[in-house]
C-alpha cells in the first residue's frame, strides 16, 4: 500500500473526479466544498466514496487510495492497474492478455513475446487501416494516418496475470501538420471524437463481433459486412494467431478507456480462447484472398548482403532491399535469397550503390519480410 499511496501523490484530484463522472457514478450535494461524494449502484450492492480537494487534509493520500480501491472493486481489475491507467497522460489503453502453461509463472518464452506482441500491434494496425480504407484484405498495412498513429503508441510496463502486453494509445491532435502530438488534459473535448478513440473503440467492436459470429455459427455475418464496417483479413490474422501461440491458450482484449472523455457503450473485455480457431480459419479463408501476395515489382536499394564466406561452395546468397511500395512515404525492408550469379551483381550494385529491381512475391514471416521467387534486375 505504501507505494500505492506514493504514487497516488503524484495524481490530481481533477482526474479522479473525471474519470468517476465517465465512469458512471453520481455526484451526490453535499454542503462541502472542499469534499465531494459519489455513489453508484450495482447489481450487487451500493458504493459510495468521498474525494478530498486539498492535499492540506491529514488523511489525504489514504481517502484517494480508498476511491481508487473502490473504483478496482467495482471494475473487477487490480488496484494496481487503476493507478497505472489514471497516472498516464491522456490516453486509452489496450491490454492483450495471454493465459497458458507457459505464461502462468508471469514469464513467456523469448520468440513467443515478439510474436506476441507483433500480433498485438498488427491487430491495432488492421482497425485503423480498416477505419481510414475499409478493404477486405489490405495488401499491406501501410497507410499514412495509421502509420503516425502506431509510432505514437506504446509499451506499458508488464503487469501480473499470465503475461499482459499493455498498449497505451495517446489521444494525438490529428490537425498537426506532419507529426501529431499528444493533446493535452486542457483539449479534452477533443477526445471523445479523436482519431485514437475511433480506433481503440473499433478494435474492441470488431473482436466482439467475431466472437459472437462465432458463438452464433452466423460466420457469414462478418463476411458479409461492407462499407465502413468492413472486419479486414488482417484482423482475423492478428486475433488467430495471438490465439495459437499455445496449445492451451485463452486471450483475452481489454480496453481501459481515458478517463476524460465518455466511455463507449460496448463491452471492454472480450476473451477466446483454442475453442475458437476453426471459426476463425473458416473466416479468414472466406475474407482473405486466396492469392493475397500477387508477384510485384520492388525497386530500391540493397542495405546488406549475407552469404557462405566460402565463395567456392557458395550455391545462394541473401539481401536485404530498402524499398518504398506504391504511394506509401515510409521505407520498408524484406529479405531475399538470390541464386549465385545473382547474389554476386547484387554485391556489385550494393557496392556502387545502384538500384536494383526484384521481381517477386511479398511473404509475411512474423516479424520480417521476404520477397519469395525473386529475379534481380540492376538499374
Not at 457514478?25 to 472542499?34: A, F, P, Q
Not at 509510432?151 to 490537425?175: H, K, M, W, Y
Not at 510485384?296 to 548482403?305: D, R
Not at 565463395?311 to 530498402?322: F, M, Q
Amino acid at each position: 500500500m505504501k507505494s500505492d499511496l506514493q504514487a497516488l501523490g503524484l495524481l490530481q484530484f481533477s482526474t479522479l473526479q473525471a474519470y468517476l463522472e465517465n465512469a458512471g457514478w453520481d455526484r451526490v450535494d453535499i454542503d462541502k466544498e472542499d469534499i465531494s461524494l459519489f455513489r453508484k449502484s450495482t447489481a450487487t450492492d451500493e458504493h459510495e466514496v468521498l474525494l478530498p480537494h486539498s492535499r492540506d487534509f491529514a488523511d489525504y493520500l489514504p481517502r484517494v487510495f480508498d476511491v481508487v480501491s473502490t473504483i478496482a472493486q467495482v471494475e473487477g481489475r487490480p488496484t494496481e492497474q487503476v493507478v497505472s491507467d489514471l497516472l498516464l497522460e491522456p490516453s486509452d489503453v489496450l491490454r492483450f492478455r495471454l493465459d497458458n502453461k507457459a505464461t502462468r509463472d508471469g514469464s513467456f518464452p523469448l520468440d513467443s513475446v515478439f510474436s506476441f506482441l507483433e500480433n498485438a500491434k498488427k491487430a491495432i494496425y488492421a482497425s485503423a487501416c480498416d477505419l481510414l480504407q475499409p478493404e477486405k484484405y489490405h495488401k499491406r498495412l501501410g497507410l499514412k494516418g495509421a502509420t503516425q498513429f502506431i509510432e505514437q503508441c506504446r509499451l506499458g510496463q508488464t503487469e501480473r496475470g499470465s503475461f499482459v502486453a499493455p498498449i497505451i494509445c495517446p489521444f494525438l491532435d490529428t490537425c498537426a501538420a506532419d507529426r501529431p502530438t499528444p493533446l493535452t488534459i486542457y483539449q479534452r473535448d477533443l477526445f471523445a471524437k479523436s482519431f485514437t478513440r475511433a480506433v481503440t473503440t473499433r478494435l474492441m467492436w470488431s473482436v466482439s463481433e467475431i466472437k459472437k459470429s462465432i458463438d452464433k455459427n452466423e460466420l457469414n455475418r462478418i463476411v458479409e459486412l461492407e462499407g465502413k464496417n468492413t472486419i479486414s483479413g488482417n484482423l482475423l490474422e492478428a486475433v488467430h494467431e495471438l490465439t495459437t501461440l499455445s496449445s492451451d491458450s485463452k486471450l483475452e482484449i481489454a480496453a481501459s478507456w481515458s478517463p476524460f472523455a465518455p466511455r463507449p457503450k460496448l463491452s471492454p473485455l472480450v476473451k477466446m480462447s483454442q475453442d475458437y480457431l476453426p471459426g476463425l480459419e473458416t473466416l479468414l479463408s472466406k475474407i482473405k484472398p486466396a492469392d493475397q501476395n500477387p508477384e510485384s515489382e520492388f525497386v530500391g536499394k540493397i542495405s546488406s548482403t549475407k552469404a557462405d564466406p566460402d565463395a567456392e561452395n557458395r550455391a545462394e546468397g541473401e539481401i536485404v532491399l530498402n524499398y518504398i511500395l506504391g504511394d506509401e512515404e515510409k521505407a520498408s525492408k524484406a529479405k531475399v535469397t538470390l541464386s549465385k550469379p545473382e547474389y554476386d551483381q547484387a554485391c556489385e550494385a550494393h557496392r556502387t550503390g545502384k538500384t536494383v529491381k526484384i521481381t517477386g512475391r511479398l511473404a509475411n514471416n512474423g516479424r520480417t519480410k521476404a520477397i519469395e521467387n525473386a529475379r534481380l534486375t540492376v538499374i
